[in-house]
């Protein structure tokens, strides 16, 4: 009965591949999100994502692409792989975007990658 | 701008302290809303408390203890006899009314020996 699930929860890959982590909720949350935590632990959003729109964090670089499937998946697609990729991955899901009374975000187990 | 600051980076304290981590916030914006997260070493991160900019009323939950105090910018959080269980890294976050993600801060590290 996980709330938010990821696969894998340990990536080790070398540069320049391409790889995916899946992200699941059975919530019934219309919204996904994925951050990435560095090694310094600093949570910094990449993106937010429902059925009406995506939105980008412009600090993003464009090897790095949500992709959802339905309502309940937010995959996170990632092209050319390089070192400073290297972190764990969250991903989480809220009922409501903005302003609401369901706000909180609920949060996978993470993916840590290790690109070598 | 929007930015959370927990300025204690690491606390450690013995088992039944008391102990006060703190969370000092900007934003802008009237409506707002303050969260406090939980990362113990086994890495998920568990979500603990959410508070709107227009309560400001103070909240209790067993040993945990949350002050949020407008004027001040400041929602800090407060474990009250300490346990062993409660060694975590610990984020407050910030959510403006109209944005979608949670601005976190740097979290602060708490260790609690026996």
């Known amino acids: 009965d996980t709330a938010v699930s990821q696969t894998p929860k340990y990536l080790v890959t070398q540069m320049g591949n391409d790889k995916s982590i899946k992200c699941e909720q059975n919530l019934g949350h219309d919204t996904m999100y994925w951050y990435k935590q560095d090694s310094k632990k600093f949570l910094k959003i990449m993106f937010s994502?429902?059925?009406?729109?995506?939105?980008i964090n412009e600090t993003v670089p464009n090897r790095f692409s949500p992709k959802s499937p339905d309502k309940a998946h937010l995959n996170l697609h990632i092209n050319s792989l390089e070192l400073g990729d290297s972190a764990v991955y969250f991903c989480?899901?809220?009922?409501?975007?903005?302003?609401?009374?369901?706000?909180?975000?609920?949060f996978g187990p993470g993916t840590r990658l290790t690109v070598t | 701008a929007q930015k959370v600051t927990q300025a204690q980076t690491e606390i450690s304290v013995v088992e039944k302290e008391d102990v006060t981590l703190d969370c000092v916030y900007e934003t802008r914006d009237t409506t707002y809303y303050l969260f406090w997260y939980k990362q113990p070493p086994s890495g998920e991160l568990v979500f603990l408390i959410r508070?709107?900019?227009?309560?400001?009323q103070n909240e209790i939950s067993g040993r945990y203890s949350w002050n949020f105090q407008k004027s001040t910018s400041s929602f800090n959080f407060t474990i009250t006899a300490s346990q062993v269980v409660d060694s975590a890294v610990y984020f407050c976050?910030?959510?403006?009314?109209?944005?979608?993600?949670?601005?976190f801060g740097k979290g602060t590290t708490l260790s609690v020996s026996s």
């Open positions: 976050a910030l959510k403006n009314q109209a944005g979608t993600a949670l601005i």
């Open positions: 508070r709107n900019s227009f309560d400001e």
């Open positions: 994502y429902n059925n009406k729109e995506l939105i």
């Open positions: 989480a899901s809220s009922q409501d975007l903005t302003g609401g009374a369901a706000i909180e975000q609920y």
